[in-house]
């Protein structure tokens, strides 16, 4: 039962790249988010897809974009990398974006950029 | 504040219970979360608590929720060093998550 599944697990950028970073989740879940972990912080909601066809801003979108491909995955984009996006990212899935709904984490992206 | 607070470390000793606080922002959250985050992991759903309720109980776990004072606390009997982990408390308002930035717990023999 994989859950949530991210990939890759580790990155190293130099700042200007580009890079997609990967989720999918086979708990045929409505929701899907994107956090970021900074030390010293919880999570951040960068963006979610509260259902498959639509994605909506979180707390701190600037510089990432999203794609929900289809029910099962969520992809975020980093068009041109800075070194303030070094972070750990996480993909989170729930039933439905309801308070009663906890959700689900992969194990993280952890991404440097230099 | 506008912050879910937690204090950021905790150390316990083997055996011990542990009380992990957390100070949330909304009194119209409707679910309260606990998560566990062991390294290189993402977070893991421990349990959570309705809002109208004052506690829960899940084998060694038990949440505390004080509404009025905003307070909502995670005890852990019998503590374990697999229990060393970062513990994250969350708010659910209007279907959006709120996390506090985790408290460290570590165990020690």
């Known amino acids: 039962n994989a859950g949530v599944t991210q990939t890759p697990k580790f990155q190293v950028l130099k700042t200007g790249q580009s890079m997609t970073l990967q989720c999918a989740q086979d708990m045929n879940h409505n929701s899907m988010y994107w956090y970021r972990q900074d030390p010293g912080m919880g999570l951040r909601l960068i963006y979610y897809?509260?259902?498959?066809?639509?994605?909506d801003k979180g707390e701190v979108p600037n510089g990432y974009n999203v794609s929900r491909l289809n029910k099962r995955e969520f992809s975020l984009r980093l068009e041109s990398a800075a070194p303030s996006q070094t972070s750990v990212y996480f993909c989170a899935s729930s039933e439905a974006r309801w308070g009663n709904q906890p959700q689900h984490f992969g194990d993280g992206t952890r991404l440097s950029i230099l | 504040g506008e912050d879910v607070e937690q204090s950021l470390f905790l150390s316990v000793r083997e055996g011990d219970s542990s009380v992990i606080n957390c100070t949330y922002t909304d009194s119209s959250s409707t679910y309260l979360y606990w998560y566990k985050q062991e390294p290189g992991a993402g977070l893991q759903l421990l349990t959570y608590?309705?809002?109208?309720?004052d506690m829960k109980q899940d084998q060694r776990l038990t949440v505390l929720l004080n509404k009025k004072d905003k307070h909502l606390s995670l005890r852990i009997a019998d503590t374990q060093t697999g229990d060393s982990a970062i513990y994250f408390c969350a708010e659910s308002i209007n279907n959006d998550m709120r996390f506090g930035a985790g408290t460290r717990l570590t165990v020690k023999p």
């Open positions: 897809s509260a259902s498959e066809g639509t994605t």
């Open positions: 608590i309705f809002s109208n309720m």
